[in-house]
């Protein structure tokens, strides 16, 4: 989890010469993602992960008072002295993969019933428990200079058995969006765009048109766009 020097050389592109100070603006969006480092020792992007996990990525990797979201928040206050005020950043939040494998999750409704994510219902409670509890933790801290733009879907990938927990997983961003006007949008990867091909001088501009039309057309199958 990054403090806030860390995120310096990103906010900020800065002067060669020390002390090395900021000269423009850099990055104009920030995607937080966790591959691995979970307290049980597995991965976020395709393991066994729990609710303990799930909730050190929370509490240690995202929320934390001097890290991650505020270290980034109190970092661009801080450029902002030299380089004057800036249009909010948005940001973009994984949701950990619920993994089939973990069939001893952890109990997010109450119920004294630990989930069981090999069943489709508990893996939508769970990723909506954790949808809602970013929200609700977003709400109560002060990032005036940040905002949320989306979820992340971090496996990287819809196979066959992950198709209806994407759908209620954008279903449940959806709907806060519906209760809450300006929620964000739950943001998959680009499944087999190679990163050239976004360039505008790729001689294949016709090919990524086709790829990005087929993209769409998935996403709005997964009912990530409406």
């Known amino acids: 989890s990054w403090p806030q020097d860390d995120f310096l050389p990103y906010v900020a592109y800065l002067g060669k010469e020390p002390p090395r100070k900021p000269r423009d603006w850099f990055y104009d969006s920030f995607l937080f993602l966790a591959y691995g480092g979970a307290p049980s020792g597995t991965t976020y992007i395709d393991g066994p992960s ?3 996990d799930w909730e050190y990525y929370l509490d240690q990797l995202l929320f934390r008072e001097d890290r991650a979201l505020a270290a980034l928040e109190a ?3 801080d450029v902002e002295q030299t380089l004057g005020p800036r249009p909010k ?3 973009i939040l994984m949701i950990p993969y619920p993994s089939r494998a973990q069939n001893d999750f952890g109990d997010v409704d109450g119920d004294g019933q630990s989930e069981d994510l090999s069943q489709p219902a508990d893996r939508q409670k769970v ?3 954790c949808v809602d509890e970013m929200l ?3 709400k109560q801290i002060r990032l005036p ?4 733009w989306g979820f ?3 496996n990287e990938g819809i196979g066959p058995h992950d198709e209806a927990i994407v759908r209620a997983t954008a279903g449940e961003v959806h709907r806060q969006r519906g209760v809450t006007p300006g929620l964000p949008m ?3 990867f680009a499944e087999g765009l190679p990163s050239a091909s976004m360039h505008e001088h790729n001689p294949r501009k016709g090919a990524v048109s086709r790829r990005l039309a087929e993209i769409r057309k998935n996403m709005r199958r997964f009912a990530l766009i409406r």
């Open 152 to 154: 992340y879907w971090m």
């Open 75 to 77: 970092c661009i206050a």
């Open 186 to 188: 739950l943001h998959p």
């Open 136 to 138: 609700r933790r977003w």
């Open 127 to 129: 990723v909506c428990w």
């Open 50 to 52: 729990n609710k303990a």
């Open 89 to 91: 950043v948005p940001v």
């Open 145 to 148: 200079h940040l905002t949320l």
